[in-house]
């Protein structure tokens, strides 16, 4: 496992709920690829069978953790 925290404005559950989703963002017009977390979730969850999780605190942090497993399941 790996966990990656900040310190900054957090996330609403609104955005918390969307961030995995392809062209989504929070930020202005022209700034940014909206395609960060969606190939991320894609590495980690599809292409090496782990897990991307999040847990934020408006107004006081976000923390991902991010799963692996030990051993690529073959199905």
């Known amino acids: 496992m790996i966990r990656i925290s900040d310190n900054g404005i957090g996330m609403t ?3 918390r709920q969307r961030i995995f989703e392809s062209l ?3 930020k202005a017009v022209g700034k ?10 894609q590495i980690i969850v599809e292409k090496h069978g782990g897990a991307i999780k999040v847990n934020s605190t408006l107004n006081q942090k976000t923390e991902f953790m991010i799963i692996l497993p030990l051993k690529q399941q073959h199905s």
């Open 13 to 15: 559950d609104e955005v």
């Open 32 to 41: 940014g690829t909206e395609l960060g977390l969606t190939i991320a979730h």
């Open 24 to 26: 989504f963002t929070t």
